[in-house]
Each structure stands twice: as C-alpha cells, then as structure tokens.
Nanobody, 124 residues
C-alpha cells in the first residue's frame, strides 16, 4: 500500500512558475516509477510527465515539453514537477501516481496508486 500527497498548487499569472511536490509512503521510493497527470475542467485526465525509479529516465507530453521538469529525491520519498512559462491552458487538477513497473508508462490504467491532486490555476 502506497499513499501519495501532492502540494504546491495555487494561482499564478501566465508566464509564471510553480513547483509541485508529491510525497509518498508505504514503500521505498526506488520501488516505483512515478508520473504526473492533470485533468482540466470538462476534459479527460491526461498524461504530463513520468520519471524512472532512479530518476535517470524521463518522458514528457508534447504540450509541456521544454516548460516542465520532473525530478525525484528518493531519500525524501518525493517527486517534483517544476512548471515554468505557465499558460492558461495548463489550468487543471494535477495528480501524482505510482506504479511498480520499471517501464515508463503514460496511460492512467497502468498506475496503481494516486494522490488526491492539487489545483493549479493560471490567469491570463
């Protein structure tokens, strides 16, 4: 059993930055691959970024590539999402997720554990 708790969301103007954090418990951090997903109003949940067990592999959705950076600190059981150059279309509830496969996964059905999410709102 793994519990995930996100933090760091808030309101920011377009062009601004936020850093989201996700703290996990229940297993050692190196056991699982981590991902960030988001769900905007009226839309389905979509993949944002994923990072491998030891942080050496990352993958990003085209919509955020070059603006967002995913990282992890296994000693702190924490994964981060640094979001720069934010746009109004980035407005969504952001959730972190964990899965035990070593393969980077971009689909929601392959992840085993989810946090409750944190709201990010970007004003124009």
């Amino acid at each position: 059993q793994v519990q995930l708790v996100e933090s760091g969301g808030g309101l920011v103007q377009a062009g601004g930055s936020l850093r989201l954090s996700c703290v996990g418990s229940g297993r050692t951090a190196s056991t699982y691959t981590m991902g960030w997903f988001r769900r905007a109003p009226g839309k389905e949940r979509e993949f944002v970024a994923a990072i491998g067990r030891n942080g050496r592999s990352t993958y990003y959705a085209d919509s955020v590539k070059g603006r967002f950076t995913i990282s992890r600190d296994n000693a702190k059981n924490t994964v981060y999402l640094q979001m720069n150059s934010l746009k109004p279309e980035d407005t969504a509830v952001y959730s972190c997720a964990a899965q035990t496969s070593a393969v980077l996964i971009t689909t929601t059905d392959r992840y085993d554990y989810w946090g409750q999410g944190t709201q990010v709102t970007v004003s124009s």
